[in-house]
């Protein structure tokens, strides 16, 4: 009897390990609502901020999603979550930096993982039984399942809390998505999609009424921690950066879209932007950090820069996105065909603490919680760090702008 006891336990044991595998574990506990009580309290108080807009009859088919914390985002997801009234929903999430380093930057596939079940506030959500549909029929080449990649990647996980509390009994199909070509991501989006249509019409489902496609992004990281203040950083700044947003989504995403179209503004973007950085190669050295930041300046005008081409945004304050040719702050100096010594010589003056924040923060995209952890110190002094790093680096580069 004594033996059957220790025979059971065990058995109990790796049962009780199993199946608490099979659940996906959360990832980020800070600014989202993993408890029913906190959940409940964020929509009654998003509820008094927000009208949620009548869509009529039509039912949505897709929609794209920040993952952003809920105290930034919230507003978002408050007003788009309602609509979504499926049973089943396809979320495609992002691959970090974070994801990337930690796996050895994956490309060219669709991640996906092994877990029957993610965590939510209102009990575990399913994973549909569209995921291993997918799985055991798409290119194998074409993908590549981890549970570690989901584990550490938050962009899916983000939404689900929102899903959860519109939908408690719905089913989620988490995929991320890698860097790839155009040319690749054509070729496994139309197998993916081939598929996925090929699961519908075996169970009979409608788009909009049983299934629905949920694309996670990061919303647009505006302020001067981000290098990235146009307009300021006051309440009429706001408001002009987010009416310009909508603007530029207003001319990408109304009328038809189609893959001539897709195809035609990641071709001129993309080209236009690797022309520009190979041009400047000569210009911009940088011998022990990539000039990501000098590489993203570049994108981000080349973007507005093709839509005043385009005519489809023509505005007065679109030159504002621009860069000045004149300009002393940091996001500005970058454009000026600044020699990497002048940047190398700015973070030089940091001290050695600074500069490793800055790098895994901003070079590495690491989340605050992991430098924390990687330097042995509480969060709130990794964000000390960072931001008497940032204050100490925009005043050395406005000082050496000085002399361009």
């Excluded at 993610?118 to 997918?134: A, C, D, E, F, T």
């Excluded at 519109?166 to 988490?174: A, L």
Aim: proline share 3%.
């Amino acid at each position: 009897m004594k033996n059957l006891n220790i025979i059971f336990s065990i058995i109990f044991i790796i049962s009780g390990l199993t199946m608490s595998q099979t659940v996906r574990p959360i990832r980020d506990d800070i600014g989202f609502c993993w408890k029913a009580d906190e959940m409940n309290k964020l929509i009654n108080y998003l509820s008094k901020q927000n009208k949620i807009t009548d869509i009529g009859t039509n039912n949505l088919i897709a929609a794209i999603s920040p993952h952003d914390d809920y105290l930034y985002a919230g507003n978002i997801y408050y007003t788009l979550y309602p609509h979504i009234k499926t049973k089943e929903v396809i979320v495609f999430g992002v691959t970090h930096g974070t994801v990337r380093k930690v796996m050895n930057d994956p490309g060219n596939v669709l991640i996906f993982d092994d877990y029957n079940e993610w965590r939510g506030p209102y009990g575990n959500v399913k994973v549909s039984p569209l995921r291993g549909y997918i799985k055991s029929r798409l290119d194998k080449n074409f993908q590549m399942v981890s549970d570690k990649a989901q584990d550490i990647e938050h962009s899916i996980e983000a939404l689900v809390p929102f899903l959860q509390y519109y939908n408690r009994d719905v089913k989620i199909t988490p995929i991320m998505v890698t860097g790839m070509p155009y040319e690749r991501m054509e070729e496994i989006s139309k197998q993916l999609s081939d598929i996925i249509l090929e699961y519908i019409k075996e169970n009979n489902l409608q788009l909009g009424e049983d299934i629905f496609f949920l694309i996670s992004t990061d919303a647009n990281h505006y302020g001067k921690d981000f290098v990235n203040a146009p307009y300021g950083e006051d309440e009429a700044a706001h408001k002009k950066a987010t009416d310009k947003d909508k603007e530029i989504g207003n001319a990408v995403f109304n009328g038809e879209m189609n893959m001539t179209k897709v195809k035609e503004v990641a071709e001129d973007l993309a080209q236009e932007v690797f022309l520009k950085v190979y041009r400047s190669l000569a210009v911009f050295k940088m011998t022990e950090s990539p000039p990501l930041a000098y590489f993203f300046t570049v994108a981000r005008n080349t973007v507005f820069d093709y839509w005043k081409k385009k005519k489809d945004i023509l505005t007065d304050d679109l030159e504002s996105f621009k860069i000045a040719d004149k300009a002393k702050n940091p996001a500005e100096i970058t454009d000026i065909k600044i020699s990497g010594e002048i940047m190398q010589k700015a973070v030089k003056k940091l001290t050695e603490e600074q500069q490793e924040v800055i790098i895994m923060k901003f070079i590495s995209d690491l989340p605050n919680k992991e430098i924390a952890n990687l330097l042995s110190k509480t969060e709130e002094t990794v964000r000390q760090i960072q931001c008497r790093a940032l204050k100490a680096l925009r005043q050395e580069l406005k000082e050496l702008s000085d002399y361009l």
